[in-house]
């Protein structure tokens, strides 16, 4: 039997979440023996199988229409997706602009910063994604495992990945789900 | 007709980024744009935040150099209300520092870049990673996880965490050093000098083998930028801020609590990273670079002795000029890894380190303070303005990888033109250069755009009518 697949992206969060993930240090050669690891920000695929994968695992909310984009793409490729971290289970630290107007956060970071010159505007190019209300993953596309911590513990994404990866499902309680 | 290649995401970069390159109907490289593509709005939501929580609030902007933001933002808090931090206090931020420099530098050039170096721009893509490192050298690649390891945990001994500590506070430290992990810390050291010694090895190897890469591969002209010692040695947490020019002499030595007077920040449409210039010589002449190349250029020594070694070394490449070839970033970044480790063993050898005067509890209130640090990838600044109850009535943050948004973009566009030729087929190794252009100033795009956050890569090749050729994605 071929190891099962295992694919990761970021959105709206901070790369902390997957910091933590490489914070199982010399556990992760556990990992890649047990899974496959395929599109994931430190491997060089760009986006996960189009034949699927077993486990989709993403970090971080959903602010723009680039993240819509990958959240959407990363549900109907995975059986499995799990929400890591505070960002992507709640909307996180990133939710705070859903205070302020998304045109009032633009506006001052692109116009009216103390250190911004005269070439001040809003960039607007058709490239750039547009920006959203932040939400939870749950709010976008349907989540199957939700592991909370801003970022969740090493110890705890290695215990869900390996579940996983092994075709268990993870049960986060306890100390699994304390984090300091 | 002019076609686009879009090249996203960027991988082995920390956020989302997206490359597009417009051709020309011979099918040459007209142009190269680096797009950021995405917008959080720090300084908007912290408005209203009280100074306290900014050591806590602005570590979100990144979780690969938290501890840079936590430490900015605990600097603007000790400006903010008068209460500079005691030297054991300073100390200890600055030992969490080198415990973060370390770790970031570390797991660049080894896990992020390392897959070039050593299994080669050309390798199969999915491969070309982490776990064909393991593949390929499982020693090397444990060691340089150890080495990762080694600065996360001086940073989870003081803060409590790896990942978002709680440690720095307005006025000191919450927490002082104890004997054991002083001495924990300190037998994890020779093991880490000498895995980074063993990268220097490396990464001098493949100099020597890859010449012909190294000169065509984005070679700029542009001013250096970084903290510095008073004697102008390298310098990674306080210090004042130093600027050479292109051909290496001092433009500019000045307080960064005033930097509004020397750096202006220029806007452009295609992206959301804003441009940050020397204001004297304006935009886009006044472009310097930061980050590991930019102050091994800025500064004229190391004041720990295997890393200036190395420093020596590295100059000696300049022949009494800047460095600027932007693949020497990866040799700049493995030297001030060494620089950390040292620093490490001088800090804890220093008897106030396990002082217990860690805080100054009296405040005289200023308004308004400025915290700068050298993060990993250049230097941060946290500019806070508050009424009298610290309650934040604005915030200006311009980060590390900002700094480097012109030569990133001017890397990009130089290395399109360097490997994409009229007439021959567009390869994925040639692409995966492009990549490598920006990925060797190794930005954090999501510190870049706390403001912003996604850094993909795509390339679309554009026609001059703007129908899309080809679009190269890795899946
Ligand atoms: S949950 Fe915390 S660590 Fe994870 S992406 Fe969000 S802010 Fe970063």
Redesign the pocket.
């Known amino acids: 039997m071929s190891k099962p697949k295992i694919a990761s992206d970021?959105m709206a969060?901070?790369?902390?979440?997957h910091m933590?993930l490489l914070d199982m240090d010399e556990r992760i050669i556990k990992i890649a023996e047990l899974a496959d690891l395929r599109a994931t920000p430190i491997t060089d695929l760009k986006e996960p199988d189009e034949s699927g994968v077993d486990v989709g695992v993403l970090?971080?909310g959903i602010n723009n229409t680039a993240n819509e984009e990958v959240a959407h793409r990363m549900r109907q490729r995975s059986k499995i997706l799990v929400a890591?971290?505070?960002?992507?289970v709640f909307g996180?630290?990133?939710a705070l602009r859903n205070f302020c107007g998304i045109q009032e956060a633009l506006q001052r970071a692109y116009v009216e910063a103390e250190s911004v010159d005269e070439s001040g505007k809003i960039p607007s190019d058709p490239e750039l994604a547009t920006m959203t209300k932040v939400r939870a993953l749950s709010e976008v596309v349907p989540v199957d495992v939700f592991v909370p911590?801003?970022?969740p513990e090493a110890d705890v994404i290695y215990y869900v990945l390996s579940e996983l990866a092994q075709g268990r499902t993870p049960e986060l309680k306890d100390e699994l789900l304390h984090w300091h | 007709m002019t076609q686009k290649i879009t090249i996203e995401p960027v991988t082995r970069i920390e956020g989302h980024a997206k490359v597009t390159i417009r051709m020309k109907d011979d099918g040459s490289v007209d142009h190269a744009y680096l797009h950021i593509n995405e917008f959080r709005g720090f300084e908007k939501f912290c408005e209203g935040r009280l100074y306290f929580e900014m050591p806590q609030i602005t570590p979100?902007i990144c979780?690969i150099c938290p501890v840079s933001h936590h430490l900015a933002a605990a600097k603007a808090g000790d400006d903010l209300m008068g209460c500079p931090p005691p030297r054991p206090a300073s100390l200890l931020r600055e030992l969490m520092h080198m415990g973060q420099i370390i770790q970031s530098h570390g797991m660049h050039f080894f896990e992020l870049s390392g897959p070039d170096l050593l299994l080669g721009f050309d390798a199969d893509p999915a491969y070309r990673n982490v776990v064909g490192l393991i593949g390929a050298d499982p020693q090397l690649t444990l060691k340089a996880v150890n080495l990762r390891k080694f600065g996360q945990e001086i940073i989870k001994t003081l803060g409590g965490r790896k990942?978002?500590p709680t440690f720095a506070v307005a006025g000191g430290v919450n927490k002082s050093l104890k004997v054991a992990e002083r001495d924990g810390i300190r037998s994890g050291m020779a093991d880490a000098i000498a895995t980074t010694q063993a990268g220097l090895q490396i990464m001098k190897d493949w100099a020597a083998k890859n010449q012909d890469d190294i000169n065509k591969f984005a070679v700029l002209s542009t001013g250096y930028f970084g903290l510095v010692t008073s004697n102008n040695g390298l310098e990674l947490y306080d210090g004042d801020v130093r600027l050479i020019d292109r051909a290496g002499q001092q433009l500019e030595k000045f307080d960064g609590r005033n930097y509004l007077d020397f750096i202006a920040e220029h806007v452009e449409d295609w992206t959301y990273l804003k441009f940050p210039y020397y204001k004297k010589l304006g935009w886009p002449n006044g472009v310097y670079r930061v980050g590991p190349l930019g102050r091994c250029n800025a500064s004229d020594l190391i004041e720990t002795p295997l890393a200036n070694e190395e420093l020596k070394q590295f100059k000696a490449l300049g022949n009494g000029q800047p460095v600027e070839h932007t693949l020497y970033y990866h040799y700049a970044r493995l030297i001030e890894t060494l620089f950390a480790i040292e620093r490490v063993g001088v800090l804890l050898d220093d008897p106030d380190v396990l002082s217990t005067d860690i805080l100054n509890t009296k405040q005289e209130f200023k308004g308004r303070g400025v915290g700068i640090i050298e993060a990993p990838r250049g230097t941060l600044f946290h500019d806070y303005t508050a009424d009298e109850n610290g309650q934040l009535l604005k915030v200006n943050l311009i980060v590390s990888t900002g700094h480097n948004n012109w030569a990133m973009t001017e890397a990009v566009d130089s290395v399109a033109k360097t490997y994409i030729k009229a007439g021959q087929p567009v390869q994925e190794g040639m692409l995966n250069r492009v990549e490598a252009a920006v990925r060797a100033h190794d930005p954090c795009l999501s510190c870049s755009t706390h403001a912003i956050g996604q850094m993909p890569l795509i390339v679309d090749v554009v026609d001059p009518a703007g129908n899309v050729l080809q679009t190269l994605r890795r899946d």
Request: proline share 8%; net charge negative.
């Open positions: 970021w969060g901070c790369a902390g979440c933590s970090e971080g890591l971290g505070d960002c992507a996180g630290v990133p911590g801003c970022p | 979100r979780g990942i978002h």
